[in-house]
């Protein structure tokens, strides 16, 4: 946003103006709340029941206690915006080499980044890991 040099004067005058008259406003938004996919699994380990919430720029994982009370395990920002979230089940005939995997659903994740990422989430760290990306497009929308 920009300010002329008359408006800013009247609320900060301790300030010199800049040689041009004009002053710039930089604001920050929240992060969005609003939940847009939701998909469920076994994220955490082959017993757990977990859920994931798609946000706009964020994926959170959430446990729902068997008295109903759902718990943030995890929020993180994503690179870009989510445009679809999928959990790909465990399949007992593929055998992965990486011990974090077995017997865990993946998250899939398809964003305006031009990516499908696969994602495993580590106990350890709390937080999601790419087991591979596939390009499928350039970045951004058409």
């Not at 604001?27 to 977990?50: C, E, N």
């Not at 992965?96 to 990422?117: A, M, P, W, Y």
Request: hydrophobic share 35%.
């Amino acid at each position: 946003m920009a300010v002329t040099e008359e408006e800013s004067s009247s609320s900060s005058t301790s300030r010199s103006p800049p040689s041009n008259g004009v002053y710039y406003l930089a604001k920050s938004a929240l992060r969005s709340s609003v939940v847009l996919q939701v998909v469920h699994g076994h994220i955490r380990s082959p017993t757990s029941y977990d859920v994931v919430f798609g946000k706009e720029t964020a994926i959170e994982l959430v446990s729902i206690g068997e008295d109903g009370i759902v718990q943030s395990v995890c929020e993180q920002p994503v690179f870009g915006i989510i445009k679809d979230l999928a959990v790909l089940p465990w399949n007992e005939k593929f055998h992965s080499q990486n011990r974090q995997t077995q017997g865990k659903d993946l998250l899939v994740v398809v964003s305006d980044s031009g990516k499908l990422s696969f994602l495993t989430f580590c106990n350890e760290m709390h937080r999601f890991f790419p087991v591979t990306h596939v390009q499928l497009s350039d970045p951004g929308n058409t």
